[in-house]
């Protein structure tokens, strides 16, 4: 008879961190914590050897991400500098950059890396981290803007 | 605590090697050729002219880019000035970042790279260019396959390895410059062979 008790107390007792942390995990869902754990792998991957992992660039030869000026009034272009490059002098808070970028979003084959909602996961990822406050990008302003561009030459 | 090495004992001598017999006193020795890097003459970022005996008494560190590269060269030479940094207070161990587009990299445009860079002292790090066949030559010495290609992203192909060459000219090991753990692993190695 105790011992039923008791074992029944133990798995009461169990249930409640488990469901606080199920519980955690929906609202970061819902908050968008996913989507930022992906674009944060997909920075981790494609982006921080360059930009660093805090996003503060190297020297004057990588721009910065974390407060960039640049990024913050060029959001619609992110999507089509992330998947070709960007090639010649920009301004960066201040500072001038002419260091030539790869795209990162096709391999030597040529085929696809990165799909739009890897993309968009990515920016979102940028404009919300290192103290970044840019607005939520959609799935269909990712289309849109990389309809502005496309692959060049190098 | 004292440093420890773990897991990786004297480093090996890369390349070819040859014999040789020799004969002192009427005794005779057979000697090992190592595969050694062979004299050069390049200019750096200063102008100054760097040859081989530019490293003498010194363990240096060599790889091959391009300033216009747009895809690993930035993070070669993010890495790079990681040994930079690691080397601070080391005054026998110096950097050599050979371009292979000699044509775009003049001195001058080297000099603009560094400065990009970071404030490099050229004494620890020579960013070099010079005649285009002799360093395709140079770097066939270091087993490096560095080869114009028009359709490669910026005009060149290279492999982004750091070399690890000793005080008699050896290849002492291959690192990837774009690796972050192959460039620990080079930091480590560099105070092995310090330490030989």
């Not at chain 1, 606080?20 to 050897?49: D, K, M, P, T």
């Not at chain 1, 040529?110 to 959609?138: D, M, P, T, Y």
């Not at chain 2, 530019?54 to 091959?64: P, R, S």
């Not at chain 2, 192909?157 to 291959?174: A, M, P």
Request: glycine share 8%; net charge negative; proline share 5%.
């Amino acid at each position: 008879m105790n011992k039923k008790a008791s074992g029944k107390s133990i798995s009461i007792h169990f249930i409640w961190p488990v469901a606080a942390l199920v519980l955690l995990l929906a609202l970061r869902g819902l908050l968008g914590g996913s989507q930022a754990e992906v674009g944060g792998e997909i920075y981790q991957n494609y982006c921080a050897s360059c930009h660093g992992e805090e996003g503060k660039g190297f020297g004057e030869l990588v721009p910065p991400l974390a407060g960039a000026d640049f990024l913050a009034q060029n959001q619609d272009k992110l999507p089509c500098i992330i998947l070709y490059g960007i090639e010649g002098p920009i301004e960066v808070n201040g500072i001038t950059y002419n260091q030539p970028m790869a795209g990162l979003g096709f391999d030597e084959l040529g085929l696809a890396r990165l799909s739009h909602s890897q993309i968009q996961q990515l920016i979102n990822f940028i404009q919300n981290s290192w103290g970044n406050k840019g607005a939520e990008v959609s799935r269909q302003q990712v289309n849109d803007w990389l309809k502005e561009c496309s692959k060049p030459s190098f | 605590m004292p440093e420890q090495q773990v897991g990786r004992g004297p480093l090996p001598i890369l390349g070819e090697k040859d014999t040789q017999v020799r004969e002192e006193n009427g005794q005779k020795y057979v000697d090992t050729l190592y595969h050694h890097i062979p004299s050069f003459s390049f200019w750096d970022q200063d102008s100054s002219v760097v040859t081989e005996h530019t490293f003498d008494g010194k363990i240096y560190i060599a790889d091959f880019f391009f300033t216009s590269c747009p895809t690993i060269c930035p993070v070669m030479t993010i890495q790079m000035h990681r040994l930079y940094e690691d080397l601070r207070d080391v005054n026998d161990v110096v950097l050599l970042s050979h371009s292979i587009d000699p044509q775009r990299d003049s001195v001058a445009h080297l000099k603009k790279y560094a400065a990009k860079t970071g404030s490099i002292d050229a004494q620890r790090w020579h960013f070099v260019t010079g005649d285009k066949d002799h360093i395709y030559e140079m770097a066939k010495a270091y087993f490096e396959n560095a080869a114009a290609s028009p359709d490669a992203p910026g005009g060149f192909i290279h492999s982004g390895y750091f070399y690890l060459v000793d005080k008699q000219k050896r290849i002492r090991g291959l690192y990837l410059g774009t690796d972050e753990k192959q460039v620990d692993r080079l930091m480590k190695d560099i105070r092995i062979l310090r330490n030989e």
